[in-house]
């Protein structure tokens, strides 16, 4: 069954920096893409980042462009969301997620991770 588990969230002030990890277990991932979600209070859940597990090739988001990068290290099984220049409108629970590089639907989410940007 896989498993992924987000962590690195937390309290930091506009302008700062976090980095997110999401460590995938019991599965291999060799034709999937990892991706970074993002849900904040009252507004429905959007797309932050993907990388592709074989080849790295990643996509962000036009609202984390320049800010934010998503990265993965295999050996570790882990992908991380490096997060700088962090604004309020960051603020969101993010939830890692992966899927098959031939499908559009997510099969496995992690339990998320809070990131607060205080103004």
């Known amino acids: 069954q896989v498993q992924l588990v987000e962590s690195g969230g937390g309290l930091v002030q506009a302008g700062g920096s976090l980095r997110l990890s999401c460590a995938a277990s019991g599965g291999t991932f060799g034709s999937h893409y990892m991706s970074w979600f993002r849900q904040a209070p009252g507004k429905e859940r959007e797309f932050v980042a993907s990388i592709r597990w074989i080849g790295g090739s990643t996509y962000h988001a036009d609202s984390v462009k320049g800010r934010f990068t998503i990265s993965r290290d295999n050996a570790k099984n882990t992908v991380y969301l490096q997060m700088n220049s962090l604004k309020p409108e960051d603020t969101a629970v993010y939830y890692c997620?992966?899927?098959?590089?031939?499908?559009?639907?997510?099969?496995?989410w992690g339990q998320g991770t809070q990131v607060t940007v205080s103004s």
């Open positions: 997620a992966v899927r098959r590089v031939d499908r559009q639907t997510y099969d496995y």
